[in-house]
């Protein structure tokens, strides 16, 4: 079945520690995202990326890093330069332009 | 720069009862707009979709949103509620960039 699939579900980390999130899809999505969700509010953007080795910041882009080698995948490496990195993270994709995303199913990150 | 607005952090209906969950958005054109649904840990699940034409949009499990441009509004409604339907809910919309844009989120509690 096509969709997008996220690893791990739960990731627990030490603090100063670089970590990397996976997303990989197998819908053919030219575009990928990143999204933070914290309590109350909402999705945030991290980064998104349109094209194979092209990718911009979105509105929290501070302390995360990206890269798109593949159409597939879209990792996300959250840094030690990210002041509050627990959070639970969202990957999704989208077909063009302004159609609607898919969602993978989270990582929940834990920073300790 | 488009935006969306939830007011309801929280609502609290019986099981049976109607529902309308509201979303307000910010954008000159007029916009792509979406409604999907969280149910606690998990990722994201599209509810319904408006892009242009009718302006009451159906949707899957028994949902339905009306898109009134001289309110800039894109309400979310159900006619009974089921006790499954407890979730977050979020409104979103794609304008001009690629990404999506979503509302703070509504938490829908259902009472037996």
């Known amino acids: 079945d096509g969709g997008i699939t996220q690893s791990p579900k739960y990731l627990f980390r030490k603090e100063g520690q670089n970590v990397t999130l996976s997303c990989e899809q197998n819908?053919?999505?030219?575009?990928m995202y990143w999204y933070r969700q914290d309590p109350g509010q909402g999705l945030r953007l991290i980064y998104y990326?349109?094209?194979?080795?092209?990718?911009q910041k979105g509105d929290i882009a501070e302390g995360y890093s990206v890269s798109r080698e593949k159409k597939e995948s879209f990792p996300l490496t959250v840094t030690s330069a990210q002041k509050n990195p627990t959070a639970f993270y969202l990957c999704?994709?989208?077909?063009?332009?302004?159609?609607?995303?898919?969602f993978g199913q989270g990582t929940r990150l834990t920073v300790v | 720069a488009q935006s969306v607005t939830q007011p309801d952090i929280h609502i609290t209906v019986s099981e049976g009862a109607s529902l309308e969950l509201r979303c307000n958005y910010s954008y000159g054109a007029t916009p792509y707009l979406f409604w999907y649904v969280q149910s606690p840990g998990q990722g994201l699940q599209l509810l319904l979709k408006?892009?242009?034409?009718?302006?009451l949009v159906q949707g899957i499990k028994g949902f339905e949103a009306e898109f009134k441009r001289s309110q800039s509004s894109f309400n979310l409604r159900k006619p009974s509620v089921h006790w499954s339907d407890a979730a977050e809910y979020f409104c979103?919309?794609?304008?001009?960039?690629?990404?999506?844009?979503f509302g703070s989120g509504t938490q829908l509690t259902v009472l037996p």
């Open positions: 819908l053919n999505h030219d575009a």
């Open positions: 979103a919309t794609s304008g001009s960039a690629r990404q999506l844009t």
């Open positions: 408006y892009f242009s034409g009718d302006t």
């Open positions: 999704a994709s989208k077909v063009d332009l302004n159609t609607e995303a898919f």
């Open positions: 990326s349109q094209i194979v080795n092209d990718f």
